[in-house]
């Protein structure tokens, strides 16, 4: 019995570990924002799509959820998080606070203006007609003053969706967006998820090396040594002919 008890254990840690992860949270917080919008907007006149990923730039975007209407394209963001929520939409990073400890991620606006864009792009529209949304789940509060496209939870995700009653796109039009958008979409499945994924680390990559290379003329960059403060710094390699620095920091 106890060594069953000890594979059942070994077994379920592999389950245990994937409940708790980011990505598992980040499933349950698409799922819940697709059902209740399914549920509350009306198909006749919003059309839902979820999991949409598109060619943008030098490689992908992915859409959590993509509705469109007469009233506009609604490109929305998902975040299932927990504690308190700090930020502004100018601000590069905003800010998590569970009890006593705060952690940084990227400003969603920001993070989601490239999924706005793609679609602005793909279907020829300004920025009128797109929608940048969103929507916190998880218990969370924003603590701070938010832009009216940041929501907080499903209820009031549609509420600010079905607030636009004026109609900025063509009710014959929209068959045509949506063939388009569908044309340029990739087939969801774990190739794309894949293939995304690859897209998100290559992008990583080249801006950690750019964050690396001198702003003045581009070459590689050395650790160096303020001689009066003892603080470390990046220095360009072609110094003193070239005199770029960054911050370690």
Known sequence: MGSFGGYLLFALVPVILILRSAWFKGQIGEFKVNFGMRLLLNRDVFRLFKDVTLPFEDGTTQIDHLVISPFGIFVVETKNMNGWIFGSSNQERWTQQLFRKKFQFQ?????????????????????????????????CKLKTSMPDEVR???????????????????????PCLIETLMKHRLDPGFRTR????????????????????????????????????????????????CTGTRSLS
Do not use: W
Not at 109 to 123: C, E, G, P, S, T
Not at 215 to 239: D, Q, V, W
């Open 152 to 174: 907080n939870g499903v209820f009031d995700l549609v509420t600010f969706i079905k607030s636009k009653r004026d109609p900025l796109l063509a009710e014959q039009d929209l």
């Open 194 to 241: 894949r293939l995304h994924l690859r897209n998100i680390k290559r992008r990583a990559a080249d801006r950690k090396l750019k964050a690396k290379s001198c702003p003045r003329c581009g070459s590689t960059m050395i650790e160096r040594t303020n001689a009066k403060s003892g603080e470390l710094f990046l220095g360009c390699r072609h110094y003193p002919q």
């Open 107 to 139: 400003n969603p606006l920001r993070q989601n203006y490239a999924h706005v864009k793609a679609v602005q792009d793909i279907l020829g529209l300004d920025q009128r007609h797109v929608f940048n949304v969103i929507v916190f789940l998880g218990g």
